[in-house]
């Protein structure tokens, strides 16, 4: 079963595969599904960029799209994660994509359920589809990833951004550190300051803070934060001369980038966004592509 749920899962071999997929995919190239086959996107957090991309991704792959909303489902009555997932698949899903505010969620789910789970974001643990995307977009500007310099700014302990890019970038070689105010680091990677960070950095990675996540206030007024973390005009300037912004979004303009920034010619905050069509294409073609076979197999 063609899961994806933790970058740590895939190998290196893995990876690449999926990438050279979303390359191609990027390119033009298409696949589709050749029977029916559903697929339910069940978000038990908010989502734009995710959902949707899914949404088109499945579509172009001829995929049908039954979109869960868990705040008008059977889980406000009481109704567990394998529950609502084992009723899915016998009522015919052949996959699920799910978001949802448990850093293991799937564990409740794998070996007892027999269609492909596609992780879209759990709680501060990990998020792979948007790793892949970054990966994409980090291929197609520097076409390796040895040695380069990617520096993640931020909110680094709540990010699963952040934990699945630090696993995934360092196992292909690139120079991974992290910057941000100290009491939002975690117990990986080597910690420099923000101007360090900006200076030094192939690739700057920006987070936004997760507020949804902190228990108290920030300390820090936003543009207190801007001036002590965030990517301003100055520190712009102070950029190696190719080296490119990314961001996974949502954007708080101001905050952690100046708002002029967003769209400059190094940002690639919105390729990354076109990106995850493609990538999550090719995650999803290895999901239900062995789907098939697996059913053939047990037909024989
Ligand atoms: N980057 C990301 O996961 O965005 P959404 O929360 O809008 O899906």
Redesign the pocket.
């Known amino acids: 079963m063609n899961h994806l749920l933790t970058m740590s899962g895939l190998t290196l071999n893995e990876i690449e595969n999926i990438l050279h997929e979303a390359e191609q995919f990027s390119e033009g190239n298409s696949w589709k599904v050749d029977h029916q086959m559903f697929v339910a996107n069940m978000f038990f957090e ?6 949707n991309s899914f949404e088109v991704a499945e579509k172009k792959l001829g995929l049908e799209v039954l979109n869960f909303y868990a705040e008008s489902s059977s889980v406000q009555k009481g109704e567990t994660l394998y529950d609502t997932v084992r009723t899915l698949e016998s009522i015919g899903i052949n996959g699920v994509v799910i978001r949802h505010h448990e850093n293991n969620f799937y564990q409740e789910l794998v070996g007892k359920i027999n269609i492909p789970i596609i992780n879209a ?1 759990a709680g501060t643990g990990e ?1 792979p589809t ?1 790793c892949l995307l970054d990966l994409l977009t980090i291929k197609q500007e520097f076409q390796t990833f040895k040695d380069l310099n990617v520096a993640i700014v931020g909110d680094i302990s709540h990010s699963r951004v952040a934990h699945s890019n630090y696993d995934a970038l360092t196992r292909l070689g690139a120079n991974v550190v992290f910057s941000g105010p100290n009491e939002w680091q975690d117990n990986t990677g080597k910690f420099i300051s923000m101007d360090e960070a900006v200076r030094e950095a192939d690739v700057l990675m920006l987070l936004r803070i997760q507020h949804e996540r902190h228990a108290g206030q920030m300390g820090n007024s936003k543009e207190e934060y801007h001036q002590a973390y965030g990517l301003t005009i100055e520190r712009e300037k102070t950029m190696k001369k190719h080296s490119i912004i990314m961001h ?3 954007v708080n303009r101001g905050v952690e980038i100046a708002d002029e920034l967003v769209e400059c010619d190094r940002s690639r905050i919105f390729k990354q966004m076109q990106n995850g069509v493609f990538a999550r294409m090719a995650v999803l073609k290895r999901a239900f592509e062995t789907q098939k076979i697996n059913e053939l197999t047990v037909q024989l």
């Open positions: 908010h989502s734009t960029r995710t959902r974001g998020h948007q996974p979004a949502p």
